[in-house]
C-alpha cells in the first residue's frame, strides 16, 4: 500500500526590509499529503518558532524528498498530538516500513485510530531509522527473524486449461417422439 503523505522539504525566509536586507533562510522537513498542504504546514512551523508571516516571507522552494534506497527499515517518529481530553502529549512510535514517509503515515493512521487525533493536531518532531536491536514494540520485532515465512492458507490448484474454457461444445440429445 502506498503512503498517503508525501516527504517535503520546504525551504523559505522572512522577505527582505531595508531593516533586515539580508533575512535567515530556513528549511523544514514537512510531511503532508500535496506540496500546498506542505507550504501550510511550513508557514505554520516559521510562526510558531520564528514570527515570520506569509504575508512578510517567501517560500524559495518545496519539493519532494525521496528515500535514497527502499529497503524494510524500523523507524522512530517522535511526535507531539493535541486532545481535548489530555492536551498536548509527546510520544515516540515505532514502526516498519520502506520509506520515511510510509511510516509517518502509519503514524498518522495509528494516532487516529488509538487516540482520535486530527491530521491537524498532530505534529512530527522527527524520524529517524532504528536498528534491530533497538526496537522495543513486539509487533515491530516479529519481522527481525531470518527464516521468516508467509505460508499460503487456502491455496487452490488450478483446473485444468480445457476445463477453464468460458463456451465449451456440447452434444445434444434429441429426444425422439
Known amino acids: 500500500m502506498r503512503p498517503h503523505l508525501k516527504h517535503y522539504q520546504v525551504v523559505g525566509r522572512a522577505s527582505p526590509t531595508e531593516k533586515n536586507p539580508k533575512p535567515t533562510v530556513y528549511k523544514f522537513e514537512v510531511f503532508a ?17 520564528y514570527k515570520v508571516k506569509p504575508t512578510t516571507g517567501d517560500v524559495l522552494s518545496c519539493k519532494v524528498v525521496k528515500d535514497k534506497k527502499i529497503a524494510a527499515r524500523n523507524y522512530s517518529v517522535d511526535l507531539v498530538y493535541y486532545s481535548q481530553k489530555c492536551g ?62 508467509f505460508p499460503l492458507f487456502g491455496k487452490q490448484q488450478k483446473s485444468k486449461r480445457e476445463d477453464r474454457a468460458i463456451f465449451v461444445a456440447k452434444k445434444t440429445r434429441r429426444v425422439r417422439n
Request: with cysteine; net charge positive; charged share 30%.
Open 88 to 149: 498536548y502529549t509527546q510520544m515516540t512510535k515505532e514502526f516498519r516500513d520502506v520509506s520515511k514517509s510510509g511510516a509517518v503515515s502509519q503514524a498518522y493512521n495509528d494516532l487516529a485510530s488509538r487516540h482520535r487525533a486530527r491530521y491537524t493536531n498532530v505534529e512530527v518532531l522527527g524520524v529517524k531509522s532504528i536498528q534491530d536491536g533497538d526496537c522495543k514494540r513486539a509487533f515491530v520485532k516479529q519481522f527481525h527473524e531470518n527464516k521468516m515465512r
Open 33 to 49: 499529503p500535496n506540496f500546498v498542504v506542505a507550504k501550510s504546514k511550513f508557514w505554520k512551523l516559521m510562526r510558531d518558532k
